[in-house]
């Protein structure tokens, strides 16, 4: 299980940078722009996934308050950007120094409506790896509503190529 997370947590900071940097090439008003999404910009999107990384790193530390970075945030798309990167590098840096007894700790936190939640560590972070990859998803649909459609791709299978 350890090898399978260090690969998905590899995978899942290079795709972040790449889609990062595909953001970054646009300028601040398309980043901004509203679009039909589950959040409405290029930055929100951006700014979602990094929260959710955000949170659950703040949980997997048991910090007892989270605070989401995207709250009351007022920075550039690049700010958040470099944020969302900074965040994945930890994920990555944290798996690989891991254990494999505590990628198998289990870990309780306290949901939005206070109720006590447990997971297991190796569960917390395939939902983080997952949940990301399906936001990036997001964010190449908004591309394409902003007419751009020449992106870098972020398959797994070609990360795991270009491993070898």
Known sequence: M???LQQMAAYNNWANQRI???VLSLPEEKCLRELPSSFKTLQ???LHIWDAESA???RLRLQERVEMPGKNFSG???EA???LVRQSGQWENWVKQASVISLDHVIQ???NKREPVKIQTSQLLLHVFNHSNYHRGQ???LFHQLGHTKLPATDFFLWSKSKK
């Open 109 to 111: 936190y306290y949901n």
């Open 20 to 22: 990062v940097e595909a």
């Open 56 to 58: 659950w790193w703040q």
């Open 76 to 78: 550039s798309t690049r």
């Open 44 to 46: 929100a999107t951006l």
């Open 139 to 141: 964010l190449i649909t």
């Open 2 to 4: 350890k090898e399978l």
């Open 81 to 83: 950007g470099e944020g």
